[in-house]
């Protein structure tokens, strides 16, 4: 059976498919977008009995400097919760090539489906390779980001995990998780198209804002806007 859900952005079908055997008896590859989305995703599978392994897969950040701050704070909250991280190659030209075209979409417009798409794909490429069964994204945790899109094309690449970390009071935990591991919140998205929504005089609580809320955040029994 499908279910249509529908966003103020877009609609998007997703499958009621039977979700693969969780926990795996193999570690989790868990794409790491950032650090306070990556913490209470980390948190919740570990308490969950999943080991997960975390894949740093972020060729959209820019610049350079950026991508590497981010990938440090990462590198933090693995030491504190000791699972590895993986580092991709950042590949930012190959990056602005498959979303080409679509410079001026919106945030959450369709350059950001090729963004997760990109990401996503270089991550089940990893699991393959690492011979991991299951790969899943912390992106899921912000609330910028559209769960259903993300479960959409996860779906497509296989052995995904549906797993929506910002269900369960997720959001609040990250903010938790970062005021205590000190963790860099940006400003921004991570591209460059995505600065622009950045005010000029924003600090780093901009972003990832303490009274967002989300899309798909909803009311159900098992999660809260914060
Ligand atoms: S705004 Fe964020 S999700 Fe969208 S394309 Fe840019 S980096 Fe990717």
Redesign the pocket.
């Known amino acids: 059976m499908n279910t249509t859900q529908t966003t103020d952005k877009a609609e998007y079908t997703v499958k009621k498919e039977p979700q693969p055997a969780y926990p795996s008896s193999s570690p989790i590859l868990l794409h790491a977008c950032c650090a306070p989305c990556a913490a209470p995703s980390v948190e919740r599978l570990l308490e969950n009995g999943q080991a997960a392994v975390l894949f740093y897969s972020n060729s ?2 820019y610049p350079y400097e950026e991508y590497l701050k981010r990938l440090s704070h990462v590198r933090r909250l693995a030491d504190f919760f000791t699972v590895d991280v993986i580092e991709d190659t950042w590949d930012h030209d190959a990056w602005l090539k498959a ?1 080409r075209g679509l410079e001026n979409e919106p ?2 417009g369709k ?2 489906q ?3 798409a990109f990401n996503l794909a270089r991550t089940r490429k990893k699991a393959d390779e690492l011979n991991l069964e299951l790969f899943t994204t912390t992106l899921t945790l912000s609330p910028h ?1 559209n769960s259903p899109a993300i479960f959409s094309i996860g779906n497509r690449l296989g052995g995904f995990l549906k797993e929506n970390f910002k269900k369960k009071d997720g959001f609040r935990r990250s903010l938790q998780l970062s005021k205590e591991l000190n963790l860099y919140r940006q400003s921004y ?3 460059e ?2 600065m622009r929504n950045t005010l000029p005089n924003s600090k780093n609580s901009g972003y990832l804002s303490d009274s967002q809320s989300s899309p798909d955040s909803g009311n159900s029994p098992d999660s809260q806007s914060v």
Request: with cysteine; aromatic share 12%; charged share 20%.
């Open positions: 959209n950040i979303v945030e959450g350059r950001c090729v963004c997760f980001k998205c991570g591209c198209f995505s």
